[in-house]
């Protein structure tokens, strides 16, 4: 069974940066893409950004230009660097993977705060 774990998440102040990572139990490269998603209070599940298994990044409009997505298949962890954090991207932060058989893994998630 697949495990992801996410971790990197923190209190941070208005225009600061954070990297989260996510390890995997398993080697990324077996995975069709692997994406961060987000989850602000009383709000909606968010998709943030996605790096296929080619290495093409897509992002949500609301981070692009601020968070990059990046993967070390050595190490088995896909990354989130995010820039310029606003209080508007307070959210709790999941790790997700899709196998080749489409299906989905999830990690537990790690909160971030942005707050003065």
């Known amino acids: 069974q697949v495990r992801l774990a996410e971790s990197g998440g923190g209190l941070v102040h208005p225009g600061d940066s954070l990297t989260l990572s996510c390890t995997t139990s398993g080697s990324t490269a077996v995975f069709k893409s692997m994406n961060w998603y987000r989850q602000a209070p009383e709000r909606n599940s968010e998709w943030v950004a996605q790096?296929?298994?080619?290495?093409?990044?897509h992002y949500a409009d609301s981070v692009k230009g601020r968070f990059a997505i990046s993967r070390d298949d050595a190490k088995n962890t896909m990354y989130l660097h995010m820039n310029s954090l606003q209080p508007e991207d307070t959210a709790v932060y999941y790790c997700n993977a899709v196998d080749d058989k489409h299906y989905d893994h999830w990690g537990q998630g790690t909160q971030v705060t942005v707050s003065s």
């Open positions: 790096i296929t298994d080619s290495d093409r990044t």
